[in-house]
């Protein structure tokens, strides 16, 4: 059932990514974006559901990560602290990828209806988060606050780090965006 | 031109979300809006741009309010301080409307368009309030900080407001909030 194709996923996602910045994700199908590196369709259905699972096809990934990371935090670590290491814990994800979520980031902000799925998709993260939390014992609503805290944490430097060209430590940005939100709550 | 209509506005308001709520956002039209208070189209649209105003008509107040408390803050006041200053400003908007809020989130919830639209309208007020904050001389990254962690204070508070069946003090739940999040943040 159709021949081996090396990193076929790889330059699918990098296909599609410069078609929907060429033409905007609407206008892309994904007979072009398979034609595009000599793939069929059903090459591209093998990796991808769909032509939006490009751009968040990485969420069950950061879930699983952030998650199995809280569970796996010391008892004795604070809510806030079992955030903090599941971010670190994602940061590989990223690494290497900068160019590739620049690309993304840029497709997003072209389109409304792509924006408001990436803000359903960190609300979900930050609802697994929280879900995490409580299984630790943590009640519900200081588990709800540090996830959120965890998620603007990550999203201030996530932004930063997505808004120079050239790629940052996105975990040394992480570490600075927490100790400024701790500064600015303790009101220094 | 119409003969005046005692609180037309009211009606319409609360006639839209009974049906939104019986037949689903989506299957209700205007002129079924209009009718069910003996009302017709043409004065709906004399309140309401469309049948998603009635859902988000307040944000614009809401902006305006944020956005003049954080001018009018005295310069001592830190970049938090300036934020919660407006959290509180804005509570009176919600005042004597649990039911009708109440009514609202089940809608919203119900209808994962209007979800996103949620969070979108979430996500103008938090850049707004990072603006006025720019404003003051408070450097981008510390007031997009900011910004977040008043978003945050005000979405739990707003949260638990509104999964009450009676009408608690708004006012008192977002200090409690921003109090829990301060010890969370604190490690404490």
Known sequence: MGRWEPNARGRLEQAALDLYQERGFEQTTVTEIAERVGLTERTFF?????????????????????????EAAPASAT??????????????V????????????????????????????????????????RSRGVPALEASIAAEVGAITFKIAFDRWV??????????????SLDLLKGIVAGT
């Open 46 to 70: 093998r990796y991808f559901a769909d032509k939006r699972e490009v751009l968040f096809g990485g969420q069950d990934m950061l879930l699983n990560i952030y998650v199995s990371t809280i």
């Open 94 to 133: 990223f690494r290497g990828r900068h160019e590739l979520v620049r690309q993304r980031q840029a497709v997003i902000a072209a389109n409304p209806e792509l924006q408001e799925r990436e803000m359903l998709k960190r609300a979900v993260l930050t609802s697994a988060i929280a879900g995490a939390l």
């Open 163 to 176: 808004s120079e060209p050239d790629e940052q430590d996105l975990s040394r940005l992480t570490r600075e």
């Open 79 to 92: 809510p806030l602290d079992a955030v903090a290491a599941a971010l670190e814990a994602a940061i590989p």
